[in-house]
């Protein structure tokens, strides 16, 4: 790079000065080379300044349309980064000063705002000479980083499409492996790269970047499956900053458990990424370098997405491992050369319709309908009302049926002794308070505290007495309906306190307990929507919720069955518990395709397994 200022000029006696100014010209050059980042070269360009003219302030603009936008400043009394000032041209002067224009190919690009010291004066000639050579520097610089910073999002989408084209473009899972590792490279700088496959709880390292194999037993090896067997269990991405000062629990824990070999292997940061599908955990794919810090949040981001874009590839080639293949390509052929003989018109209306097609079988989505085994229903609760003292039932307030409010009586016991006994030491209680007053009267403090002591203990036994009358009248302590059948022939039964009196359950809402086979149960969450018709109402249906799920299945048999339950509005009473229904469980929405893949599928996954494992 040529650097000329025609103001540089001077006797000999100023050569060496002007030597000095070159190479500092020279160095700003080279800096500015160096921070192709915007706000890295800002501050470039004010450090630069600094060294060449010691301003007390200067401000770095960016021109932003009409306007220009502040970059970076130093110096008291000056615009902050993001204030915006008019656009101008023009070289100028303004308190001693310096108002210089970044021009690149002719176009304002910005400009620097340079201000002396307060007891330094005004910028001399020389001074002025310098901020104008190095004008043009800076101008250069920042025109390639304000280029390169708005297109960095369609470089970062060109390089994702490409490497999107590459993996997805064959359906050989070495090849897909081997792919994502290398073409990582363009994205990330990284010390190791690998991606490993996971399948109930093992992890296998398939392929490492730069490596044409990989060697299973190789301890590097191991430590990397290990490291991703724990984020795979982890089941989050997360970025390791530093190894040494871990800022997260979860790099803590990996520092905790992994510390050793991750000193041994060289890792001072990583990026763990699990590949996940609808389905699960297919795979892992890590980064680790031997600097803290080796990845920007850019590059995480191209990173996550890539892991996406890897689950989808990997699932694929999966899947296409996995099905068994017939050998029909001599019937396609004869299909296709077939299909090139008709009109072009039809040929294209056969397109349309068969996107159509395709699009409805993918694209059409509703709730996939999983059928319950053998519901019954059962009240919401049920409440256990028991005697809390002895006695004989004299009367039933209740039928069986009728609905009770919370607090209603429901049985009374026989209770003559009970008000006798208190009326008995209500009378006697006040007896003996008249006979203190007397004693006190005649001034025998000795009888009074005595009769006094005997109306208190005769006024607690009233009392008592009191709560056992109360008890005598059974009550409901909930709101619902009576369910024991019969009641009124209790009457007449003797009762031991906590002998079970009636049952009150609530049939405003009723619980539906129902089977759902063993390969449907992963498909149901609690809040799904359950549908039922039953025996009495065929043209009515009626809708209830999921409200938990069974853990243990209610039978050992082949055909094993998990329980679910549900909660059942029934305000109109209609439904009754024990009731014979028909239920079906809405979850989650699915395509016709997937309903018509999903059983094949199943199946072929277990014959592969059963083959191969």
């Not at 999002?153 to 473009?169: F, K």
């Not at 009888?447 to 709560?467: F, G, V």
């Not at 539906?512 to 009495?536: S, T, Y």
């Not at 997937?594 to 592969?608: K, S």
């Amino acid at each position: 790079m040529t650097i000329t200022s025609g103001a540089l000029t001077g006797s000999d006696a100023a050569l060496r000065e002007r030597a000095e100014h070159y190479r500092l010209l020279y160095e700003s050059a080279l800096a500015f080379d160096r921070s192709p980042d915007l706000a890295a070269l800002a501050g470039a360009v004010l450090d630069r300044t600094a060294l060449l003219v010691h301003p007390g302030a200067a401000v770095l603009w960016l021109a932003d349309g009409p306007l220009l936008r502040c970059l970076a400043s130093t110096g008291p009394d000056v615009a902050a980064p993001g204030d915006e000032t008019a656009r101008d041209e023009a070289a100028d002067e303004a308190g001693g000063g310096v108002r210089q224009p970044l021009l690149a190919g002719g176009t304002v690009v910005g400009r620097l705002d340079v201000l002396p010291a307060v007891d330094s004066g005004a910028f001399d000639a020389p001074e002025r000479a310098l901020l104008g050579a190095l004008a043009p520097l800076a101008a250069s610089a920042l025109a390639r980083a304000a280029l390169a910073a708005g297109d960095s999002r369609a470089d970062e989408l060109t390089l994702l499409l490409e490497i999107s084209r590459e993996i997805t473009a064959t359906l050989d899972l070495d090849r897909v492996l081997r792919s994502v590792v290398n073409l990582s490279a363009r994205a990330l700088t990284f010390d190791r790269a690998a991606v490993a496959l996971y399948d109930k709880g093992i992890c296998d390292i398939r392929a490492i970047a730069g490596q044409d194999t990989v060697n299973a037993k190789d301890p590097k090896v191991l430590d990397l499956a290990a490291r991703a067997a724990w984020v795979a269990g982890h089941g989050d991405s997360f970025y390791m900053v530093d190894r040494a000062d871990p800022a997260s629990d979860a790099e803590r824990q990996l520092v905790q458990i992994f510390g050793d070999d991750l000193e041994a292997d060289g890792v001072r940061s990583g990026l763990y990424l699990p590949l996940k599908d609808e389905e699960g955990t297919v795979g892992i794919l890590l980064f680790e370098s031997g600097q803290p810090e080796f990845a920007t949040e850019r590059q995480r981001e191209i990173a996550a997405i890539l892991a996406n874009q890897t689950a989808v590839a990997l699932r694929n080639a999966q899947l296409y491992a996995q099905v068994p293949l017939v050998d029909t390509l001599g019937a396609l052929v004869a299909k296709k050369r077939a299909f090139m003989e008709l009109p072009k018109r039809q040929r294209r209306m056969y397109g349309i319709a068969a996107v159509a097609v395709l699009a409805a079988l993918t694209l059409v989505r509703w709730p996939l309908r999983v059928s319950g085994t053998d519901p019954v229903f059962r009240p919401a609760s049920l409440t256990e009302i028991r005697a809390l003292v002895p006695g004989v039932v004299e009367r039933v307030l209740v039928r069986e049926g009728a609905p009770v409010p919370r607090g209603a009586a429901l049985v009374q016991l026989r209770d003559i002794e009970l008000r006798s006994a208190r009326m008995a030491a209500a009378a006697e209680a006040l007896v003996s308070d008249r006979a203190a007053a007397l004693a006190a009267a005649r001034g025998d403090p000795a009888e009074e505290r005595a009769q006094r002591i005997r109306t208190e203990t005769l006024q607690r036994e009233a009392a008592l007495l009191d709560e056992q009358l109360a008890a005598a009248t059974i009550r409901a302590p909930v709101a619902g309906v009576v369910l024991t059948a019969r009641p009124e022939e209790r009457t007449g039964a003797h009762l031991d306190a906590g002998d079970l009196v009636l049952t009150v359950g609530r049939t405003d809402t009723l619980e539906l307990e129902l089977g759902i086979d063993q390969r449907e149960i992963a498909r149901v969450a609690v809040g799904d929507e359950v549908r039922l018709r039953v025996d009495v109402l065929p043209q009515r249906t009626f809708v209830g919720r999921v409200t938990s799920l069974g853990p243990l299945p209610t039978d050992s048999a082949s055909h094993v069955n998990f329980p679910v339950r549900a909660a059942v509005a029934n305000p109109d009473g209609v439904l009754r518990p024990g009731m014979t229904a028909y239920a079906r469980v809405l979850t989650a929405p699915a395509s016709v395709a997937t309903r018509i893949v999903r059983a094949p599928v199943r199946w072929a996954r277990l014959l592969w397994w059963r083959m191969w494992s």
